[in-house]
């Protein structure tokens, strides 16, 4: 049950690792940089679902964090004590990724 998605206006059921996410620019944001809308669409009956909003400084974040993980997942003896301070940077960035999207939604999308 957790790899699949019910959707809400037909109840088909779709495994997650079949969905396909497309992403394409949807306007510009307060700095001019591109916004882009990641969504995914039902296979059954076509609706579409928003999965994430995102500008260029929340792609920079997402980079970083991937980084991060990368880092705490390779830490040898001599890097193993950086794991602490790598993770509450990640938990930062998570937060901020978190408010910024929230404020695209609150701009891009009708409901919020």
Request: a positive charge; one cysteine or more.
């Amino acid at each position: 049950m957790a790899n699949e998605i019910i959707c809400d206006a037909c109840k088909a059921i779709m495994k997650t690792q079949r969905i396909k996410i497309k992403e394409w620019a949807i306007g510009t944001d307060e700095d001019g940089n591109k916004v882009k809308a990641r969504t995914f669409e039902c296979t059954n009956c076509g609706k579409r679902y928003l999965v994430a909003l995102i500008d260029s400084g929340m792609q920079k974040k997402i980079s970083r964090r991937r980084r991060i993980q990368e880092s705490i997942k390779k830490a040898n003896p001599k890097t193993r004590a950086l794991i602490p301070k790598w993770m509450e940077e990640d938990e930062q960035l998570k937060q901020e990724l978190l408010e910024r999207e929230e404020e695209l939604r609150k701009i891009w999308c009708k409901d919020g």
